[in-house]
């Protein structure tokens, strides 16, 4: 399994504040998602002058923030078997995965109940 970043990443109905905190601690906003699923989902990208990353999605449907950690990869369905096979689940269910022309992702949750956001990013070349 290849990873080709690994950041924490905010859900939050309230990112606009959330951005403007890190905003505030030196970070930018360098990319972003909108209308992600179809729905009411966006998200950006966040970096500071170390090179640091951070990405705040705004959700709608969040009762309360959460802190996951966002890991791309080149192979989705490769990670995604890995982290089954060590008792991950989709938040979601087996049969829901966030598909558009750029990217392919879902939330995974450990045994144990931290969570990563496994992500997929569509490059150019394999479109």
């Known amino acids: 399994m290849t990873i080709t970043t690994f950041n924490p990443m905010i859900l939050s109905k309230d990112a606009d504040s959330i951005i403007k905190l890190f905003e505030e601690m030196g970070f930018e906003k360098k990319h972003k998602v909108d209308n ?15 090179g640091f990353h951070l990405d705040v999605a705004r959700v709608e449907s969040m009762e309360r923030d959460m802190t996951t950690m966002r890991m791309n ?6 990670a995604y078997e890995f982290l089954k096979d060590r008792g991950f689940k989709n938040a979601r269910g087996d049969d829901h995965k966030v598909d558009s022309k750029s990217a392919r992702s879902c939330l995974m949750i450990s045994p144990s109940g931290f969570s990563i956001q496994l992500t997929q990013h569509i490059r150019k070349e394999d479109q």
Do not use: L, Y
Not at 36 to 50: E, F, L, P, Q
Not at 73 to 78: G, H, I, L, Q, T
């Open 36 to 50: 992600i699923d179809g729905k009411d989902i966006s998200s950006v990208r966040m970096t500071d002058a170390n």
């Open 73 to 78: 990869v080149r192979d989705f369905d490769e």
